[in-house]
């Protein structure tokens, strides 16, 4: 399974109509081709609101070449730009298929740069030490990937979801144990997390309100 990263800059008073457009034309023409949308994201902090990011799915590389003939409607106006790229999964999320209970009203969206070398040390960090603790506090991980083609250093997207932005404040690291938090997950993420923030050469994160898909 492959993953579409598509960003895309929609013009100034056309997001409604934008998302309404992919409701009426362009998901089912994304799911009749082979595809499933697992997020539309637009900017809340740190990106504007006109920017969305959208993720979805492929069984192949085959279906996301066919799908690219049916993926995009005429929209004269709607929008000012896109940018498209592959990615590949490169831990246990996304999952093969993504309960509703495992999605969120908002999401952060982070980069990380790190060497190729320390991809699988990254993956460790991160899945056995900062994810439990997170998801103990309710927040979702939806998915960690890479881009599809090499590069050094090597970026790492990760897409973690939030029940409000308040929810994602009160998840933050700050070197106290929150209340409510289990000792022992707190300990092994400590020395997990202190190694993720070696591994990392930069780092930035977007928080994003998440768009229905139904």
């Known amino acids: 399974m492959i993953f579409e990263e ?30 499933k949308v697992i997020c539309l994201l637009s900017g809340l ?12 799915s492929w069984r192949s590389l085959y279906a996301w ?5 049916a993926a995009r409607a005429d929209l004269p106006g709607m929008y000012q730009s896109e940018q498209v790229r592959l990615l590949r ?15 969120r009203p908002y999401y952060g969206f982070r980069r990380f740069f790190i060497d190729p070398a320390d991809m ?28 599809t083609a090499a590069t050094s250093p090597m970026e790492i997207v990760l897409a973690t ?3 409000s932005p308040s929810h994602w404040e009160q998840t933050r ?5 929150p ?10 993420e400590n020395a997990l997390r202190r190694r993720r923030v070696e591994l990392a050469h930069r780092s930035w994160v977007c928080l994003m309100r998440a768009h229905d898909l139904s």
Request: aromatic share 8%; hydrophobic share 30%; with cysteine.
């Open 6 to 35: 598509r960003r895309t800059v929609v013009g100034p008073g056309r997001l409604d109509d934008y998302i309404s457009v992919c409701h009426s034309d362009l998901w089912p023409s994304i799911r009749a081709s082979g595809g």
């Open 45 to 56: 902090i740190g990106d504007p609101q006109n920017e969305l990011v959208q993720i979805t």
């Open 65 to 69: 070449e066919k799908g690219q003939t």
């Open 89 to 103: 999964p490169i831990a246990s999320r996304p999952k093969s298929v993504i309960p509703e209970r495992d999605r």
């Open 120 to 147: 699988d040390e990254f993956v460790h960090c991160s899945e056995d030490g900062i994810w439990p603790r997170i998801e103990s506090m309710g927040a979702s991980i939806l998915g960690l990937w890479t881009p």
């Open 161 to 163: 979801g939030y029940h």
């Open 173 to 177: 690291y700050e070197g106290n144990r």
């Open 179 to 188: 209340l409510g938090v289990d000792r022992e997950l707190w300990d092994k």
